[in-house]
């Protein structure tokens, strides 16, 4: 459900085409719906068939030119595919939104190389494997376009900027497409003018993500620890997934924006605010009146 107006002018995806992997839900959803309603025309692709076509069908009821294709980003056949069929069918591809992931719960000792690796496959090397496929056409001179390159944008998180519990998979998967997302910066931005930039949400509301990741039981306990005091909203995702996909992005190119309402940063509070000020006040008293001299050593 849409937060509130955008502050975007409605027509700010006049003409683009995006692709967006894992778009037939959640997250990738709602920047498809709101790419859409700013003028885009979008592809969603997804693993399941029928999540594609209602989720297509959704967004064409609300006017916005929508077509779904079923496919897995670990299969390079099924990401070509997409890729070719949304060129086939919008004529163009200008940005690519590399959402589609995996996840789930689990403690590192109780995690299976295979577990491991399908996250690892399906974030970073299907991240890879799109980017791959979609860098004939979204590149500068790719069918459609003239001489400027598009945008990639890829969903990550902000475990890995500490560490997370029971998210030594994700964690890793993520850290390799934030890897992805700056070295094809440089390389692509340099050789195909291509903008290749992330989004790192955080705890996002009516998601697969928190319901997965954040049993109900301790959601409260979390929203105690962070800055904002709140989960965040896909409307906010979507609405800097918009700033970067719009020309005010145009010159952010290897940039990853946290959006997690500060959370990563956060530590417990050991001290309460009022006794900080008693405290502080009080050593520094000390500390002046401590008698100085030649400094000693045992050395
Ligand atoms: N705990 C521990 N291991 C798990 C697990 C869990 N909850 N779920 C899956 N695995 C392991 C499996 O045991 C298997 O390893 P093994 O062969 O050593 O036993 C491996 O992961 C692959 O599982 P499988 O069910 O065959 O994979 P899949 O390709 O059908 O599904 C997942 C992929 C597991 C990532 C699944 O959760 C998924 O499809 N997720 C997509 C949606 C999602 O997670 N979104 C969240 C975004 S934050």
Redesign the pocket.
Same mark, same amino acid.
């Given at each position: 459900m849409e937060e509130c107006e955008s502050p975007f002018k409605e027509n700010v995806m006049q003409g683009k085409v995006a692709l967006l992997t894992g778009g037939g839900s959640g997250i990738g959803f709602e920047i498809a719906t709101q790419f859409g309603k700013h003028g885009a025309s979008v592809a969603l692709m997804g693993r399941r068939n029928n999540v594609i076509d209602a989720a297509a069908a959704a967004l064409r009821s609300l006017g916005i030119p929508a077509v779904g294709f079923e496919g897995d980003v670990r299969k390079q056949e099924d990401a070509r595919r997409a890729v070719e069929a949304t060129v086939k069918h919008f004529g163009r591809l200008d940005i690519l939104v590399n959402g589609a992931? $995996?996840?789930?719960l689990?403690s590192a000792e109780? /995690?299976?190389p295979? $577990?491991f690796k399908?996250?690892m496959d399906?974030d970073s090397v299907g991240t890879f494997t799109m980017c791959g496929e979609a860098l004939p056409y979204i590149k500068k001179g790719g069918a459609g376009r003239g001489t400027s390159g598009g945008l990639i944008l890829n969903i990550s998180v902000t475990l890995h900027y500490t560490a997370s519990w029971y998210q030594v998979h994700a964690s890793a998967a993520k850290a390799a497409v934030d890897a992805l997302t700056r070295s094809l910066a440089l390389e692509w931005g340099t050789d195909h003018g291509i903008r290749v930039n992330g989004i790192a949400p955080g705890p996002i509301g009516d998601t697969?993500?928190l319901s997965? /990741?954040v049993p109900q039981n301790i959601e409260g306990k979390a929203k105690d620890l962070m800055p904002l005091y709140k989960v965040g909203t896909k409307w906010d995702i979507a609405m800097a997934a918009l700033y970067l996909a719009s020309d005010a992005g145009k010159y952010i190119n290897g940039s990853i924006l946290p959006i997690d309402g500060g959370l990563w940063l956060s530590k417990p509070r050991y001290l309460p605010k009022d006794a900080v000020k008693q405290l502080s006040r009080t050593l520094e008293k000390k500390s002046r009146e401590a008698a100085t001299g030649v400094p000693t050593s045992k050395l």
């Open positions: 992931a $995996g996840n789930f689990v109780d /995690l299976s295979n $577990g399908t996250v399906i697969t993500g997965k /990741l």
